[in-house]
């Protein structure tokens, strides 16, 4: 369970980031964390991982506050980076999967055992000696959810996951995150572009200029969100649409 209450957070020059942010998602939820640019996204997932501390109010997953224990909440919630380039660090593909469990210190057999369950998971292991930055936009996504996916957390957060990425490389990400679903992570997700991943969503939390709009379920959230500069999708025929390309 994830817990925000009453979270406000402004940034060194006065912009608002957060304001008055209160919610909760159960275990188990695939959440899209809705608005347009600018509406405090980023800074909503960045709070989960206790990535930023909440100025006012709490962040709480499972019980543990960010602010008390920023490592232990950062082992539950992992966040996938809008900019992958920004989070890959290894010489090779294999290297930079094990980077995060090297971190949590384990040992060598589990890191190597993590590092291939994370690679066949998202279909990277032929390219596992490949270097990084040779990657396509997609398969870099890709290899920064691996890296996640090695560290096992419960929770994981995507920003923007789908920006940048051609029609395949949106295909492969939607894969990974449905993935996750039906293995019972509590999944948060950013996104200005509904389309992509509307069918398979459980609730919507609407931003707008940092305040939580509304959260519900797609049928209550959908007839609002052009107000906020959110394009709604055609929710018949996208469901079809994406049923298809991953049948
Ligand atoms: P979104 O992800 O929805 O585009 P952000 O969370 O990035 O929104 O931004 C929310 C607000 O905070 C915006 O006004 C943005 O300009 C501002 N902001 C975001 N990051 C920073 C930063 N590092 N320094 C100053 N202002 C920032």
Redesign the pocket.
């Known amino acids: 369970m994830i817990l925000l209450e009453q979270v406000g957070f402004t940034?060194a020059?006065g912009?608002?980031?957060l304001q008055d942010v209160s919610f909760a998602v159960p275990a188990g939820e695939l959440v899209v964390v809705a608005?347009a640019?600018?509406?405090?996204?980023?800074?909503l997932l960045k709070h989960l991982n206790g990535l930023l501390l909440p100025q006012q109010g709490r962040v709480a997953v499972d019980g543990v506050c960010t602010r008390d224990d920023p490592h232990g909440v950062r082992q539950r919630v992992g966040m996938v980076f809008q900019h992958a380039d920004a989070q890959i660090v290894g010489e090779t593909v294999a290297d930079d999967v094990a980077f995060g469990p090297e971190n949590l210190l384990l040992s060598r057999p589990e890191i190597d055992a993590r590092v291939a369950d994370a690679l066949d998971a998202v279909g990277l292991t032929h390219k596992k000696h490949h270097r990084p930055h040779l990657l396509s936009g997609g398969e870099k996504r890709r290899l920064t959810i691996a890296g996640i996916l090695a560290m096992r957390p419960p929770v994981v957060v995507f920003d923007e996951p789908f920006s940048s990425l051609d029609f395949f490389g949106v295909q492969q990400v939607l894969r990974q995150i449905l993935a996750l679903k039906k293995t019972g992570h509590t999944l948060l997700v950013?996104t200005h572009d509904l389309d992509k991943i509307i069918a398979h969503v459980d609730r919507i939390l609407l931003?707008h200029e940092?305040r939580l709009v509304r959260a519900g379920n797609p049928d209550d959230i959908l007839p609002i969100v052009e107000q906020y500069g959110v394009r709604k999708p055609d929710v018949s025929r996208l469901g079809m649409t994406v049923r298809s390309w991953l049948n």
């Open positions: 940034y020059d912009a608002v980031g608005g640019n600018g509406s405090g996204k980023t800074t950013s931003l940092g």
